[in-house]
Each structure stands twice: as structure tokens, then as C-alpha cells.
Nanobody, 123 residues
Framework: QEQLAESGGGLVQAGGSRRLSCAASGRTFRTYAMGWFRQAPGKEREFVAAINWSGGSTYLAHSVEGRFTISRDNTKNTVYLQMNSLKPEDTAVYYC????????????????WGQGTQVTVSS
């Protein structure tokens, strides 16, 4: 069973950058596809990015293409979300999630979730 812990959130000005990390505690991290999702106040949780077990395939939501990058380091049991050119509409709680098979944009397909980290982008 995987336990996930996000870090790296905080307050950032519009146009700035932030890197989120998600550390996994299980011994089978390298076999999991990982995803990042976010939830803004009053809105549903939405897909942001996903990556397959090896890091060779990545997927991004249209709203973050060209600004965000997902990557992973299986030697550190960690997945990252590099966020550049941040906008106020990126303000949300960001969650990482894990599932055993291929990455997907469907949050209901993920088996394990972290507690989330708040990212606030000021204008």
C-alpha cells in the first residue's frame, strides 16, 4: 500500500514558478502510474498531469500545457510537478495520486491519494 505526501505548496506571484513534490512510502512506487489533480474552492477536483511508471509517457491537461511539467525519480520514490508561468486561476489544493496500471485522467481510477498541498497565486 502506498502512502503519499505532497510538499512544495505556498504563495507565489502570478508569472512565478513552483515545484511540487510527492513522496511515496511504499516499496512498489516504481510500478505505479502517478497523477496530479487540483481542486479550487467551490469546484470539482480536476486532472492536471499524469505519468507512467517509467516516466516515458506524460499527459497534461490542456489548461497547463506549455507551463507545467510532470516527472518522477524512482530512486527517490518521488514525483514532481514543475509549475511555471503561474496564473491566479491555478490557485487550488494540489493532490498527487497513484494507481497500479496505466496513467489516466479519471480521478476515480486512482487507488491512493495524498492529503494535498495549497498553492495560491496572487495577481
Amino acid at each position: 500500500q502506498e502512502q503519499l505526501a505532497e510538499s512544495g505548496g505556498g504563495l507565489v506571484q502570478a508569472g512565478g514558478s513552483r515545484r511540487l513534490s510527492c513522496a511515496a512510502s511504499g516499496r512498489t512506487f516504481r510500478t505505479y502510474a502517478m497523477g496530479w489533480f487540483r481542486q479550487a474552492p467551490g469546484k470539482e477536483r480536476e486532472f492536471v498531469a499524469a505519468i507512467n511508471w517509467s516516466g516515458g509517457s506524460t499527459y497534461l491537461a490542456h489548461s497547463v500545457e506549455g507551463r507545467f511539467t510532470i516527472s518522477r525519480d524512482n530512486t527517490k520514490n518521488t514525483v514532481y510537478l514543475q509549475m511555471n508561468s503561474l496564473k491566479p486561476e491555478d490557485t487550488a489544493v494540489y493532490y498527487c495520486a497513484a494507481r497500479r496500471e496505466y496513467p489516466t485522467r479519471d480521478l476515480y481510477e486512482y487507488d491512493y491519494w495524498g492529503q494535498g498541498t495549497q498553492v495560491t497565486v496572487s495577481s
